[in-house]
């Protein structure tokens, strides 16, 4: 009775939204994964405000964590070779990974999606052109790929946005083509395409909300891989550019001194694990979700 | 059957030649920086075309991509710019040493997933199960550099047990591939097990599976006999197109432990614009990569009995 009443009051789209959402606290490994993604935003956020020190400046080299320089502060996880604050290194590298990652992959599933309505719906020689396309440059291991093209075109943040959309859309396009497929033939679209709407809105208003649950999912995970590959191309030396802190790149940097002095390539490894297990455990826990109703 | 498989390899060649000529464009299209990445950039204008001259640039550009074509289709990659070589005689050696990264890591990857899958999909949501899952979910989100530094900081600098670097200078030696092997295996279980988890967990809910319970057969012998033969199929096609994700997977660890295999050639060569060696590389790894795949459908028709080939 009250459910019903709760129901005819009709809540506003975005508490619908709200509302779906939080039905990730249902599952404990999702909650998790949310948390770590929480605490990395907040601290990319807050970086201006919370890190103790800025992130280029240079004070003594090569100091254990919780080394106290009595007038400036404690460099609570040390200094590197060059001196600088690793934590405060940190919480910058985290606005970066988590500017770009998003970045790239929002801007791979704008054109994989288009290319999936697109090949899915309207079938045909359309279809056929993308698909083979897509088998192309699939066909590529992925990294082979990223280090031809940003080799020949040069290490800059934009670059990487480029290749990643270039190299994940495929994939992603795959993914919406087998959704549009088996979603085309409901009654739903049948309706649409009879009452004479264009095929734009069907398969932007109609098709497209419909397939949203394993996109997100898949979303989900992608992320986590982009911030793999945006941290494995720092540290092949192809990322962002120095001096500004990228975690690849603070391995790389440091992973020579390693021997004599771990926590300088320790931490930034730490925090990038712990970004990507936070990704792939929400993504587990949405499914898990999503299968129970 | 003749016509499925000459599909396949035909589809497999048209998709060489594209990325071919995919490949002949980003790197050649352009004489004049070919001349400069080759002569290098203090050189002068009637250098260049001198070389450009000699090595017939100044043709049509289909003429130079179909002798280049050839070149390839005969194993003649040219001249390396790097390594002052021609590039088959670097490339097939290090192309090698990969092979037998590669097979190590699958010798070991290979058996403990398939293993792990089937257990943990055998029982759907038992702890078994949770705890299998939660690990490959665990060490996949670890990547490559992360885990060759972890476990270089515990095996190399705190235990002394391993060597940190796997470069084989004084000839071949089985311990340096340890932890090379050990980072891929890592980092690339995970996806198998789910894989065969996957697979394995539909399986059980099939009727067959029921029927051979409840007519009183052993557990044993359920899973044994009748659940892995058709669980195993997927698998078998992840296990093939995870070769593609294991030439990514060894250009970091290659270049971490300075193994000479192919992923540091390619590194190498892509960082000096060595254009030769990296179409050399790229194409090798496409064929590498399109090979298996073909390999893996016409493996999962044969092997799947529901897929009857009409032609």
Same mark, same amino acid.
């Given at each position: 009775?009250?459910?019903?009443?709760?129901?005819?009051?009709?809540?506003?789209?975005?508490?619908?939204?709200?509302?779906?959402?939080?039905?990730?606290?249902?599952?404990?490994?999702?909650?998790?994964?949310?948390?770590?993604?929480?605490?990395?935003?907040?601290?990319?956020?807050?970086?201006?405000?919370?890190?103790?020190?800025?992130?280029?400046?240079?004070?003594?080299?090569?100091?254990?964590?919780?080394?106290?320089?009595?007038?400036?502060?404690?460099?609570?996880?040390?200094?590197?070779?060059?001196?600088?604050?690793?934590?405060?290194?940190?919480?910058?590298?985290?606005?970066?990974?988590?500017?770009?990652?998003?970045?790239?992959?929002?801007?791979?599933?704008?054109?994989?999606?288009?290319?999936?309505?697109?090949?899915?719906?309207?079938?045909?020689?359309?279809?056929?052109?993308?698909?083979?396309?897509?088998?192309?440059?699939?066909?590529?291991?992925?990294?082979?790929?990223?280090?031809?093209?940003?080799?020949?075109?040069?290490?800059?943040?934009?670059?990487?946005?480029?290749?990643?959309?270039?190299?994940?859309?495929?994939?992603?396009?795959?993914?919406?083509?087998?959704?549009?497929?088996?979603?085309?033939?409901?009654?739903?679209?049948?309706?649409?395409?009879?009452?004479?709407?264009?095929?734009?809105?069907?398969?932007?208003?109609?098709?497209?909300?419909?397939?949203?649950?394993?996109?997100?999912?898949?979303?989900?995970?992608?992320?986590?891989?982009?911030?793999?590959?945006?941290?494995?191309?720092?540290?092949?030396?192809?990322?962002?550019?120095?001096?500004?802190?990228?975690?690849?790149?603070?391995?790389?940097?440091?992973?020579?001194?390693?021997?004599?002095?771990?926590?300088?390539?320790?931490?930034?490894?730490?925090?990038?694990?712990?970004?990507?297990?936070?990704?792939?455990?929400?993504?587990?826990?949405?499914?898990?979700?999503?299968?129970?109703? | 059957?003749?016509?499925?498989?000459?599909?396949?390899?035909?589809?497999?060649?048209?998709?060489?030649?594209?990325?071919?000529?995919?490949?002949?464009?980003?790197?050649?299209?352009?004489?004049?920086?070919?001349?400069?990445?080759?002569?290098?950039?203090?050189?002068?204008?009637?250098?260049?075309?001198?070389?450009?001259?000699?090595?017939?640039?100044?043709?049509?550009?289909?003429?130079?991509?179909?002798?280049?074509?050839?070149?390839?289709? =005969?194993?003649?990659?040219?001249?390396?710019?790097?390594?002052?070589?021609?590039?088959?005689?670097?490339?097939?050696?290090?192309?090698?040493?990969?092979?037998?990264?590669?097979?190590?890591?699958?010798?070991?990857?290979?058996?403990?997933?398939?293993?792990?899958?089937?257990?943990?999909?055998?029982?759907?949501?038992?702890?078994?199960?949770? =705890?299998?899952?939660?690990?490959?979910?665990?060490? =996949?989100?670890?990547?490559?550099?992360?885990?060759?530094?972890?476990?270089?900081?515990?095996?190399?600098?705190?235990?002394?047990?391993?060597?940190? =670097?796997?470069?084989?200078?004084?000839?071949?030696?089985?311990?340096?591939?340890?932890?090379?092997?050990?980072?891929?295996?890592?980092?690339?279980?995970?996806?198998?097990?789910?894989?065969?988890?996957?697979?394995?967990?539909?399986?059980?809910?099939?009727?067959?599976?029921?029927?051979?319970?409840?007519?009183?057969?052993?557990?044993?012998?359920?899973?044994?006999?009748?659940?892995?033969?058709?669980?195993?199929?997927?698998?078998?096609?992840?296990?093939?197109?995870?070769?593609?994700?294991?030439?990514?997977?060894?250009?970091?660890?290659?270049?971490?432990?300075?193994?000479?295999?192919?992923?540091?050639?390619?590194?190498?060569?892509?960082?000096?614009?060595?254009?030769?060696?990296?179409?050399?590389?790229?194409?090798?790894?496409?064929?590498?990569?399109?090979?298996?795949?073909?390999?893996?459908?016409?493996?999962?028709?044969?092997?799947?009995?529901?897929?009857?080939?009409?032609?």
């Amino acid at each position: 009775m009250t459910d019903n009443a709760i129901r005819s009051a009709r809540p506003s789209k975005i508490m619908q939204y709200l509302r779906r959402a939080a039905l990730i606290r249902e599952s404990w490994v999702g909650s998790i994964g949310l948390g770590i993604i929480v605490f990395w935003v907040a601290m990319a956020l807050l970086a201006p405000l919370l890190a103790p020190f800025p992130p280029n400046a240079q004070y003594v080299p090569f100091m254990a964590p919780g080394f106290n320089l009595p007038p400036t502060g404690t460099f609570w996880l040390g200094t590197d070779h060059l001196g600088r604050d690793i934590l405060s290194r940190l919480m910058w590298g985290a606005r970066t990974v988590l500017f770009y990652a998003p970045l790239a992959t929002f801007c791979a599933y704008a054109v994989g999606i288009l290319m999936g309505l697109a090949a899915g719906y309207k079938r045909g020689w359309i279809d056929d052109v993308l698909s083979r396309s897509a088998d192309v440059i699939l066909s590529f291991p992925i990294l082979v790929l990223y280090v031809v093209i940003i080799t020949t075109f040069g290490a800059s943040g934009i670059n990487i946005v480029l290749a990643v959309t270039f190299a994940s859309a495929p994939g992603i396009m795959r993914i919406v083509r087998g959704l549009v497929l088996d979603l085309r033939n409901r009654d739903y679209v049948a309706a649409a395409q009879t009452r004479g709407e264009s095929s734009l809105y069907i398969m932007f208003v109609e098709i497209l909300p419909n397939a949203r649950g394993p996109l997100i999912v898949d979303a989900c995970l992608r992320v986590g891989y982009v911030i793999i590959t945006i941290g494995v191309l720092g540290f092949l030396g192809l990322g962002l550019p120095p001096p500004d802190p990228d975690w690849g790149g603070m391995v790389n940097e440091t992973r020579g001194m390693a021997m004599s002095f771990p926590h300088m390539t320790i931490f930034p490894c730490i925090a990038i694990s712990s970004l990507v297990l936070g990704f792939n455990l929400l993504a587990d826990g949405l499914r898990e979700v999503s299968l129970r109703d | 059957m003749v016509i499925f498989l000459a599909k396949r390899v035909g589809y497999m060649l048209l998709t060489m030649l594209v990325v071919s000529i995919l490949l002949f464009l980003l790197l050649e299209v352009n004489g004049e920086s070919v001349a400069v990445k080759v002569l290098g950039p203090y050189t002068s204008i009637e250098q260049r075309n001198i070389w450009l001259e000699n090595n017939g640039y100044f043709r049509p550009l289909y003429v130079r991509y179909f002798d280049w074509l050839f070149g390839i289709a =005969t194993g003649d990659f040219g001249q390396s710019i790097r390594f002052k070589a021609p590039v088959s005689d670097i490339l097939w050696d290090r192309l090698g040493n990969t092979a037998i990264l590669g097979a190590a890591t699958y010798a070991i990857m290979v058996p403990v997933s398939l293993t792990l899958g089937v257990l943990a999909g055998m029982k759907e949501g038992s702890a078994l199960d949770r =705890t299998i899952s939660l690990t490959s979910i665990g060490t =996949t989100s670890v990547p490559e550099f992360a885990s060759a530094v972890l476990l270089a900081f515990i095996f190399v600098f705190t235990l002394g047990w391993l060597p940190g =670097t796997s470069a084989m200078s004084g000839g071949f030696d089985p311990v340096q591939l340890i932890l090379p092997v050990l980072v891929l295996f890592l980092y690339g279980f995970g996806y198998l097990v789910r894989m065969t988890r996957a697979s394995m967990a539909e399986v059980m809910q099939t009727p067959y599976i029921r029927t051979a319970i409840l007519k009183g057969l052993p557990y044993r012998q359920v899973i044994l006999r009748h659940a892995l033969r058709n669980a195993l199929i997927a698998p078998f096609t992840v296990i093939m197109l995870q070769i593609n994700w294991l030439l990514s997977g060894v250009i970091v660890v290659e270049f971490f432990f300075a193994y000479k295999g192919f992923g540091a050639l390619l590194l190498e060569a892509s960082l000096n614009q060595d254009i030769y060696m990296i179409q050399a590389c790229a194409m090798v790894a496409v064929f590498v990569a399109v090979t298996t795949q073909t390999i893996a459908d016409i493996g999962y028709t044969y092997l799947n009995p529901r897929i009857r080939l009409g032609g």
